[in-house]
């Protein structure tokens, strides 16, 4: 079947299996039929309070159960969600909602004071007292039909924001098409199934929560919520894993890490896992066997890709008889069907995996297909500087992004993300990837993460990392492996990596560090 809009996802499940759930938090569970009527009566008030076709409805607020109802509600009235980091400074959220200028923002009590802090011209709604008053709301179902009629699988669904190097935050817009696409071939190709328990790590406000929350729709799988601070808890987080019998974990690298750092398989292992899928950073080898070793039948895949390709692109399952060693790079691996990956040099040529294998070229890693975001909301000077017409492409027109990675080819053809443009710095004469040192330096006995930053100022790599380690031994160890151009001129020891709202180590909060010392 073909479908143009998530709501037919939900739609298909609460005809097939109305009374299963569908949702689920530490407070309450939701079935497909009790979440499909609630959203149609959420869409029904959001519709009248003001909500067109194409426009945005806000969140401001933590996931949870009634979070969904009202983000289908914004669905059903023909706009987009788009859910705001409530850990974020106000200033920073309020140029959020500047950008956005909803016409509804949903907040919920613990947070309702610093939403009302946040100026802007819609109307302001407490989650509790909306999910009450649709008690005593029917669904227009003309009104909806009507809204459904004028919709194309083009409309935006959500508008995720992630930092912009101006200080102000880019809304990526991502329609219905995009995200049906990926999700069909996600599921397919990992065998996803109404039987499991998709357990969401991720904030709503972070591309990841996409996997899950689409793929329990579109297989009529249920998605356990975990709250955000069982993140900071790790045996109330493994007894909430165990307790709902977790199946299927697609997590943020950093979430993945808190686990195996603190120990937390130790204590108690959810041996319902079957399947672990991991993004948005390299996964550090050695955390990754702390899993392998507790969960060694669970089959473990690496997903790359930005938000704007609409959550990955490439999927590399990794062998479960293979030994990592702790310098192994885990590649990206390969294309998910119907979108295309390639390279391209500085002179917007291509670099084929064929040269590439053979003599370890790099290039900028390009997508293009279907899976391609709508663009940045509201901003079409940073929308042309990143989606482009294909180079390749001379005959008519193909649209591809950006990515700012670099990237190249191993001998089987897998692709090897390499670093980001950014991280890929010239010193001392030498071209050098911040992430060879820190691969190296989190290989050592006693470091548990690293990360490396560079002061062009100055001319100095700076390197940080967490674990037990004594810094002066981490140093001279690193002398015996590293080139002396590579080598760190500071080391500093941390307790935690500081991590941005997406959970990924935050360098800008390194630099701010390292100015301090």
């Not at 049906?180 to 929560?209: C, H, K, M, W």
Request: aromatic letters at 10%; hydrophobic letters at 40%.
């Amino acid at each position: 079947m073909y479908y143009t809009n998530v709501l037919e996802l939900l739609e298909k499940e609460a005809a097939r299996r109305g009374d299963s759930p569908a949702f689920g938090d530490p407070v309450q569970d939701i079935s497909f039929g009790e979440l499909l009527l609630a959203a149609k009566k959420a869409g029904t008030r959001l519709a009248g309070l003001g909500v067109l076709p194409r426009k945005p409805v806000a969140f401001y607020m933590e996931k949870s159960v009634p979070a969904v109802c009202a983000m289908f509600g914004a669905v059903y009235a023909g706009g987009f969600y788009s859910f705001i980091d409530v850990r974020q400074p106000v200033a920073r959220a309020q140029k959020t909602v500047d950008v956005l200028a909803p016409a509804v923002m949903i907040t919920d009590r613990s947070e309702y004071e610093k939403a009302k802090s946040l100026s802007f011209t819609g109307r302001l709604i407490c989650v509790e007292d909306f999910m009450q008053e649709l008690e005593e709301t029917q669904p227009d179902e003309a009104m909806l039909s009507k809204i459904r009629a004028q919709a194309t699988d083009l409309d935006p669904l959500y508008v995720n924001f992630t930092s912009g190097s101006t200080g102000t935050p880019k809304g990526v817009a991502v329609g219905h098409r995009s995200v049906l696409d990926f999700i069909t071939y996600l599921t397919q190709i990992f065998g996803i199934r109404e039987s499991d328990v998709l357990a969401n790590q991720a904030p709503f406000d972070f591309d990841v929560s996409v996997k899950d929350i689409y793929s329990g729709l579109m297989t009529g799988a249920k998605v356990q919520i975990i709250p955000r601070e069982y993140f900071s808890a790790p045996t109330t987080l493994m007894d909430y894993l165990c307790e709902k019998k977790a199946s299927v974990l697609i997590w943020a690298v950093s979430a993945m890490c808190f686990v195996s750092i603190m120990n937390a398989l130790d204590y108690k292992t959810p041996e319902t896992v079957r399947l672990v899928m991991f993004s948005g950073e390299v996964m550090p080898v050695k955390q990754l066997n702390k899993w392998k070793q507790y969960l060694p039948d669970a089959v473990y895949v690496n997903l790359y890709g930005p938000t704007e390709i609409t959550c990955n692109c490439t999927y590399y399952v990794l062998d479960g008889k293979k030994e990592y060693a702790l310098t192994d790079i885990i590649p990206a691996g390969r294309a998910f069907p119907n979108e295309k990956v390639f390279l391209l040099d500085e002179e917007n040529h291509e670099v084929t995996k064929e040269e590439s294998a053979a003599n370890g070229t790099e290039g900028e890693i390009c997508v293009a297909g279907t899976c391609l975001a709508l663009g940045y909301y509201k901003d079409p000077l940073r929308t042309e500087q990143v989606f482009l017409p294909n180079p390749l492409q001379k005959d008519y027109p193909e649209m591809m992004y950006r990515t700012g990675d670099i990237g190249r080819y191993d001998a089987d053809g897998n692709l090897i993300y390499v670093s980001r443009k950014d991280f890929q710095i010239k010193h001392l004469g030498h071209r050098i990837e911040l992430g060879e040192i820190e691969a190296d330096t989190m290989a050592r006995d006693g470091v548990s993460r690293a990360c490396c930053i560079y002061d062009s100022d100055r001319k100095k790599l700076i390197l940080f990392y967490t674990g037990e380690r004594d810094r002066k031994e981490l140093e001279e160890e690193l002398h015996g492996i590293l080139p002396p151009f590579m080598l760190p001129n500071k080391v500093i020891a941390l307790e935690e990596m500081p991590l941005n709202k997406n959970g990924k180590i935050d360098r800008h909060a390194l630099e701010d560090i390292y100015r301090a010392k």
